[in-house]
């Protein structure tokens, strides 16, 4: 199950996960729901636990898939590099939007591996779009966040739709009912 889009758990900061933690249990449960859902980014706040950590699969893009399938835990930016490049993002708590959105073609970034390993890298292109779309959602922003003012007003019949429960999916949605859009 996936929380909908205006649940709370999108709108805070996630947990960091502490290194006494065993994260092998939630891998496998985040893994499991993308092989559902077929998205290549799922993060904890899609399945309602508000974590820095997120699975990326490339294989689920649409007509550009690669091997890249990776685990982030705890990531941080250290720094991006120009040029920003506009690209379709789509969020499986928002399904059926897609938004144009303008990232840097490449980042570095800190973070722990699955085997909770700090790890420093350097990523291009579409993993590092996935990347930061990952960042961005534990940290409380949403791709309609990175939308100019007249686009967020140009998806809100949308947003308005789902909050309604009136978006289908081949996947279970959660909403949370004190949030609705106006």
Known sequence: MIQAFGNEIYQSVGQKLGDKTQPSELIA???EVQKKVKHPLISAKHIGLSLQIFSIDLNFVKHESTDFKKI????ELISSKAPLVSMLEDDVSIPRLTV???RPKQIEISFLDENLT???AVFSELAARWILHGIDQLNGISIIDKLNK???RSVKAHL???SEHKIETN???EYDIRDKVD
Not at 72 to 75: E, K, Q, R, S, T
């Open 171 to 173: 996947y279970k949605l």
């Open 100 to 102: 144009s959105i303008e």
């Open 72 to 75: 982030f835990i705890n990531p």
């Open 160 to 162: 308005k739709r789902l």
């Open 29 to 31: 449960q985040l893994q």
């Open 118 to 120: 700090q790890q420093t």
């Open 150 to 152: 007249h686009r967020q």
